[in-house]
């Protein structure tokens, strides 16, 4: 079944410990990327990925790190986490056409962050 | 830059009804595309439809229309026949292929809050 993984699903963690959050697809896309979802802000960018070893920020990257040493996998990893990076996350994947329907994202599950 | 706006933070609907979800956008790529996804309060994202800037019909899949009109750059989701099971959290988004140097970044809108009811 094409997917796109994420783990943890539900996060609860304390101000300044570090930690990561995976992101696996099984589907070859070149694209990977992530998202947080806040309310009445809609999703937002934090990061992407065209390809392995090929990163770039997104809107809203301060506070993240990603890195991309596989095709499938573009873990999300916050160094010092903060309460204002409370939030929805999702990693999504997408094969990197010249345009249309190929190029729809499909989303992980989410995961659930709650920074104390 | 582009932007998406969905201007209904939520409605409500009657069992069986068709509902039009408005979203309208603001971009100046001649090449685009836009997306509708579901979020039910399960939380995952469901891709619903796709329309090209470029396609001369209107996007269908089921009960998923999408009332394209280019000139007006609104892009309006309508579902036909509404089932309880569509209650949920609906995103409009866009992709600009120029502006994004190749990547695929979505722009989402805020989204709007369907309720379907008996």
């Known amino acids: 079944e094409a997917q796109v993984t994420q783990n943890p699903r539900y996060l609860i963690t304390v101000t300044g410990k570090k930690l990561t959050v995976t992101c696996s697809q099984n589907m070859n896309h070149e694209y990977m990327s992530w998202y947080r979802q806040d309310p009445g802000l809609g999703l937002r960018q934090i990061y992407y990925?065209?390809?392995?070893?090929?990163?770039d920020k997104g809107d809203v990257p301060e506070g993240y790190k990603v890195s991309r040493k596989e095709k499938r996998n573009f873990p999300l990893i916050l160094e010092s986490p903060s309460p204002n990076q409370t939030s929805l996350y999702f990693c999504?994947?997408?094969?990197?056409?010249?345009?249309?329907?190929?190029?729809?994202?499909?989303f992980g599950p989410g995961t659930r962050l709650t920074v104390l | 830059a582009q932007k998406i706006t969905q201007t209904q933070p939520g409605m409500f609907v009657q069992e069986k009804e068709a509902v039009t979800l408005d979203c309208t956008y603001d971009?100046?790529?001649?090449?685009?595309?836009l997306f509708w996804y579901k979020q039910p309060s399960s939380g995952e994202m469901i891709f619903l439809i796709y329309q090209g800037s470029y396609d001369q019909q209107n996007a269908t899949e089921g009960r998923y229309s999408l009332n394209f009109q280019k000139a007006r750059k609104s892009a309006n989701l309508v579902i036909s026949a509404s089932q309880l099971g569509d209650s949920a959290m609906y995103f409009c988004?866009?992709?600009?292929?120029?502006?994004?140097?190749?990547?695929?970044?979505?722009?989402f809108g805020t989204g709007t809050q369907l309720k379907v009811e008996l």
């Open positions: 971009t100046s790529d001649p090449s685009y595309g």
């Open positions: 999504a994947s997408s094969s990197y056409g010249e345009g249309g329907g190929t190029d729809t994202q499909y």
């Open positions: 990925s065209m390809n392995v070893e090929v990163t």
């Open positions: 988004a866009m992709r600009d292929w120029e502006l994004t140097g190749g990547g695929n970044k979505l722009t």
